[in-house]
């Protein structure tokens, strides 16, 4: 016992006497020294622990029971008492040396573990941790953890085994992440503080500098005065290039009144053309085509049969073959060349029932008995194709929505590249000289000539042998011809024999240079607030609201809305549009928030309705009362936030011309063309945009300096300069209706039995005066891509009103200024009997020579008398032998689809 600490050796001796030796421990714990100081419990698979485990007078253990500190051994007796004490008294027995070396092991191990603990604790923290921990191992609950840490793990083990001490450990792990975090906060706010003041700063700068720079807001009005007249003799010289181009390549012909006098019969079959299929119809067909063939050998005529769609029947698609055979015969033309058009639809759905094959008849004159065109692959072998077919969805002059082409509509339309490889397919095996000409006269083209189109794209793109193309149309269908006007001055415009498309570099050196900035950034020649500086701080902090702060008075000097959408085309004119003018006025804030007053379903359900459509995707419920007030509805469980955008459109109608006077508001049954001022929004690309923004769009981005506004007067505003002189203002206009007062009417037709968002709008009608007119919703226009005729559709909250498919197109129109024909403009050939033949080949030999058809040459034309036999051969080209080109030509006529028997 002389290696026993004293005061272990009294606490024995002080148990044995209250407890008796006999039911307390055994007489060989005492005797192997387990109470001895040197003695260790790390024996057997605890060796690597017989350190930790050794009676050190280091050792420490804070005892619950008094505040000093303890040797190992003294833990080891204060718990072999409490176990005893605890422990039944019919239950005790004496403690023996194998039942006391784990006790000590766990002793040694709780000790070692918050010794650890304390290295890791604040000491504020460590004292109450020790208590609880202390209480939970004298009551044995983690006996069977520490005993499985000396067993399994090696010096200095890991907290987290002790079940006991993860709670302190996750306590203390808070604590070192709070305070981290707290550090980093503290280090942030340090550092954004520092950031907003260089930021201010630099805004600061920034604004001293653009206000100092408003002196020479004089010189870049100049400057874009000079831009806006370049664009303009720019413009001009496209539209010399588009009439010179389209009189050598692609003509089309109008068929005019003033072919009244030479041909009386034909306003008896123009109101017929693309309608019906009368015998009269074919029959002045096929004299023309007839007519063209007879000119040359080097001819030849494609007749594309019609095809059986659902809207015909069989026994009257056999009747108009079998009528436009013999009518062939009957002209003196041959039928027994029949060639099967093969085509394909690689990119359709299988829902698409068109068919894939359609006969075709090469006709030739059976005056000649050699042709040329013979030599051609697809009359030798009697086939041509595969031509791809257009998917449905691209037709033109269908929007998917209203508009969807009937079965008559689907076999009319094939696609350009469908009707290019067609021409290819025809010219294959022909030897064609440099020399050689290729003409193709449509004779009955449809309403898109599609034929012309492809000839358009072939001679622009210079991909195969030139095709030159003559066809007739009716003025009704001055779409056609406006969109290839476009396509032609597209190409020009992007072609290097244009001149540059923004005024050149020299002419601006002297021109206002655009300073640095430290914070703010440049769009062209204006000012912007970039949003990254917005999103540089966190939404609702002190530093965002004096960011927003700057931002509003930013704002204020330069307006949002003068800020042009995002492109990637260079900028043609520099300057954005200037709302200094009116007092600041600028256009509505279309991304402003609006918070609606909202009410509850089950109260809504009160409200007579008179017609509504369900919520679809991020588009809510819309309703139309009995009051024709609008209601946005929202029947998910998620807060739904609308953009601005397009609700719901006025369905099918017609347009009309009529004579509004200034209050619009009187018209009640349709939706007047009529724009105030260039604020006014339009819709383009599905975005909303001031007038004066699509303006200078068109301008700097397309080269379209000269717009006509149609039914409006469009003039630049000016203001006095410093000299007295007048300035344009940047991209701002008046605009008004036209001293007539008249304008074009979309007149809605009756509401349907069944609403879609497209025709929600039709129940307005009769009641226009009643439509929503404030700053939440209001009628807009739609204008189209930007071509040489610019189209624009009435959409009314964001709402677009269609049109019949097959009715008048709009006039109510965007477009570019361009000299109206002249009523005696030079006039076609369709179907033209006798004396118009004489016509149809001096204008082939015309369009030959590269001479464009005036009025003067279609008067002198018609006044002369009508040609004999002689004058018909003397209209055949001239013979090599005279110096004159060899030529190729390939008159073309497509029968009309079966759309009324």
């Not at 679809?616 to 309703?623: E, L, W």
Request: charged share 25%.
């Amino acid at each position: 016992m002389t290696s026993i600490d004293p005061s272990v050796a009294e606490q024995l001796t002080e148990a044995v006497r209250c407890r008796g030796m006999a039911k307390l421990l055994s007489h060989e714990v005492i005797s192997r020294g387990m109470f001895s100081k040197s003695w260790t419990s790390g024996l057997a698979a605890a060796e690597s622990w017989k350190e930790v485990l050794r009676n050190k007078e280091d050792g420490r253990i804070a005892s619950s029971l008094d505040s000093r500190h303890a040797l190992i051994v003294q833990l080891f007796v204060a718990r072999l008492l409490a176990d005893h004490d605890r422990c039944p008294q019919t239950m005790r027995k004496a403690l023996t040396y194998k039942d006391a070396v784990p006790k000590h092991q766990c002793c040694g191990m709780f000790c070692h573990l918050l010794d650890c603990l304390e290295r890791n604790a604040p000491a504020t923290q460590f004292k109450d941790m020790q208590d609880r921990l202390h209480k939970m191992f004298m009551e044995s609950f983690m006996d069977p953890d520490l005993l499985h840490m000396v067993s399994s793990e090696v010096p200095p083990g890991d907290l987290k085994t002790v079940a006991a001490f993860r709670p302190f450990l996750a306590q203390l792990e808070t604590m070192v992440r709070e305070a981290k975090e707290e550090k980093e906060a503290a280090l942030a706010a340090t550092a954004r503080e520092a950031d907003l003041n260089r930021l201010l700063s630099n805004l600061e700068n920034d604004f001293e500098l653009l206000r100092s720079r408003v002196e020479s807001s004089g010189k870049e009005a100049e400057a874009h005065a000079l831009d806006m007249k370049y664009i303009r003799e720019r413009q001009q010289h496209g539209k010399q290039y588009i009439d010179v181009w389209m009189a050598k390549k692609c003509h089309f012909s109008r068929t005019d009144e003033h072919f009244d006098s030479a041909i009386p019969q034909f306003l008896k079959f123009k109101e017929q053309f693309r309608s019906k299929g009368g015998d009269d119809y074919m029959s002045n067909a096929n004299k023309t085509f007839s007519a063209l063939l007879s000119m040359t050998s080097n001819a030849v005529g494609i007749v594309l049969m019609p095809v059986y769609q659902t809207q015909t029947t069989p026994g009257a698609l056999l009747k108009h073959k079998h009528l436009l055979e013999t009518n062939l015969m009957n002209a003196g033309l041959s039928t027994h060349h029949t060639i099967q058009v093969l085509f394909a639809k690689p990119d359709s759905s299988a829902k698409d029932a068109r068919a894939l094959c359609q006969t075709a008849i090469a006709c030739f004159h059976t005056h000649f008995s050699e042709h040329a065109f013979t030599s051609s692959v697809a009359i030798r072998e009697g086939k041509l194709g595969p031509c791809n077919l257009v998917k449905i969805s691209d037709f033109i002059g269908y929007d998917g929505e209203l508009s969807k082409p009937g079965a008559a509509a689907r076999v009319e339309q094939r696609g350009v590249p469908c009707r290019d490889t067609m021409i290819a397919g025809i010219l294959d095996g022909l030897t064609l000289r440099d020399v050689d000409t290729v003409l193709m006269v449509d004779v009955v083209p449809n309403r898109f000539a599609e034929f012309g189109r492809a000839t358009v794209e072939r001679n622009l793109l210079e991909s195969a042998f030139p095709v030159h193309y003559f066809g007739f149309l009716f003025q009704e269908f001055d779409a056609t011809t406006s969109a290839v006007r476009s396509r032609v001055y597209e190409h020009w415009d992007n072609s290097s024999t244009s001149p540059p498309k923004e005024r050149p570099r020299e002419e601006r050196a002297a021109e206002v240079a655009c300073p640095p900035l430290g914070a703010l950034a440049w769009a062209g020649k204006q000012p912007v607030f970039p949003q990254v500086l917005v999103d540089r701080f966190l939404e609702g902090s002190a530093e965002h609201a004096q960011i927003m702060a700057k931002k509003k008075e930013f704002d204020a000097m330069f307006p949002a809305a003068a800020q042009p959408p995002p492109t990637s085309v260079p900028a043609r004119a520099g300057g954005l549009c200037d709302f200094s003018v009116d007092s600041g006025r600028a256009p509505l804030d279309v991304s402003r928030c609006i918070d609606l007053p909202s009410v509850s379903v089950a109260d809504f359900e009160t409200v007579r309705v008179r017609g509504q459509i369900s919520m679809s995707g991020s588009r809510p419920a819309i309703a139309i009362s009995n009051d024709f007030s609008v209601w946005l509805g929202n029947t998910s469980d998620a807060d739904l936030m609308v953009h601005a955008g397009e609700l719901f459109g006025f369905g099918l109608g017609n347009f009309k011309a009529e004579v509004v006077s200034s209050d619009a508001s009187r018209e009640l049954h349709g939706v007047v063309w009529r724009v105030v001022d260039d604020l006014h929004f339009v819709a383009y690309n599905k975005k909303l945009l001031p007038v004066c923004q699509f303006l200078r769009m068109l301008a700097v981005d397309h080269g379209l300096g000269e717009v006509e506004f149609v039914d409006h007067v469009l003039t630049q505003r000016v203001v006095k300069g410093e000299g007295g002189g007048e300035l344009p203002v940047c991209f701002r206009y008046h605009v008004g209706p036209v001293s007539s007062n008249n304008t074009n009417v979309f007149k809605l037709n009756d509401p349907p039995d069944s609403f879609r968002a497209q025709t929600l709008g039709a129940l307005y009608k009769g009641s226009m005066d009643k439509i929503i007119k404030n700053q939440r919703a209001s009628v807009v226009w739609e204008a189209k891509t930007p071509s040489y005729s610019y189209n624009a559709k009435a959409k009314a909250a964001k709402v677009l009103p269609k049109k019949k498919p097959n009715s008048d197109p709009p006039p109510t129109q965007l477009s570019p200024k361009e000299e109206e024909p002249d009523s005696d403009t030079a006039g076609g050939v369709r179907f033209l009997p006798e004396k118009s033949k004489e016509i149809a080949m001096v204008a082939i030999d015309l369009l030959r020579q590269g001479k464009s058809i005036d009025a003067s040459m279609h008067k002198a034309l018609l006044e002369q008398e009508a040609p004999g036999d002689k004058s018909t051969e003397q209209s055949e080209p001239s013979a090599p032998a005279k110096g004159a080109d060899g030529a190729k030509e390939e008159a073309e006529v497509e029968a009309p689809p079966e759309d009324v028997e």
